[in-house]
């Protein structure tokens, strides 16, 4: 149990265009998502948390207009890197949280996106 | 912040034990993950301290002292598959890692 799922897997866009990753959780609820990103050879950087039916809460430095994360039900999130550029490249996972009393406090990893802007 | 440290990099032998050590500055967190991630994968679950003391699960076993701010993964019986990254990673409702040990094991 406790599988969450990212598409696409990889993707290759053109600088100055959006890409938009989603991400479900496919047995279980989701009352929170997170969103990281991982640069080569370094380690998961929280972006922001997602809770189903409010805003996201993005970190320090993350600009929030440039990626936009929408979280509709409690299965599904998704994150647009808009007007992306090259230094945008990286390796972008999300995480899921159950309810309490599903998977507890655990977070579930999604398999991560590949994203390349050339 | 919490200056999370972990060794960068760590070689062993095949079938031997190694001992990856997490070092961090803070007081306030509800536990201590540790993930394995292969190269070009996302993190998989190995481990969750909340208390002080040894969670043994199979060849891996995972210790945690908060009044020492530290804690360390053990892996035993190396195996090659075990080649991967090692991250701690404390738990406050959001996750922060560390910066991760890569293991290389060799034959």
């Known amino acids: 149990g406790a599988v969450v799922s990212q598409h696409p897997s990889r993707v290759i866009c053109k600088s100055g265009t959006s890409v938009k990753i989603e991400c479900r959780s496919l047995?279980?609820?989701?009352?929170?998502m997170f969103w990281y990103r991982q640069f080569p050879k370094q380690s998961l950087m929280l972006m922001a948390t997602?809770?189903?039916?409010?805003?996201?809460?993005?970190e320090q430095g993350v600009e929030k207009d440039k990626f936009l994360i929408n979280h509709a039900s409690l299965t599904l999130s998704t994150l647009t890197v808009t007007s992306a550029h090259p230094e945008d490249s990286s390796f972008y996972i999300c995480?899921?949280?159950?309810?309490?009393?599903?998977?507890?406090?655990?977070?579930?990893f999604g398999p991560g996106t590949r994203l390349t802007v050339t | 912040g919490q200056n999370i440290d972990q060794p960068t990099e760590m070689t062993a032998t095949e079938g031997a034990i190694v001992q990856i050590n997490c070092t961090y500055q803070?007081?306030?967190?509800?536990?201590l993950f540790w993930y394995q991630q292969h190269a070009g994968e996302a993190p998989t679950f190995l481990s969750y301290?909340?208390?002080?003391g040894l969670e043994e699960k199979g060849r891996f076993s995972s210790f945690l002292s908060r009044s020492k701010g530290y804690s360390y993964l053990l892996l035993k019986e190396l195996q090659m598959k075990d080649s991967a990254s090692y991250l701690c990673?404390?738990?406050?409702?959001?996750?922060?890692f560390g910066a991760g040990t890569t293991v290389t094991v060799r034959a």
């Open positions: 803070t007081s306030g967190f509800n536990g």
């Open positions: 997602s809770n189903e039916g409010s805003k996201a809460t993005y």
């Open positions: 995480s899921a949280m159950g309810l309490a009393g599903n998977s507890g406090n655990e977070q579930y």
């Open positions: 047995d279980f609820q989701a009352t929170t």
């Open positions: 990673a404390l738990n406050d409702y959001k996750l922060s």
């Open positions: 301290n909340v208390l002080d």
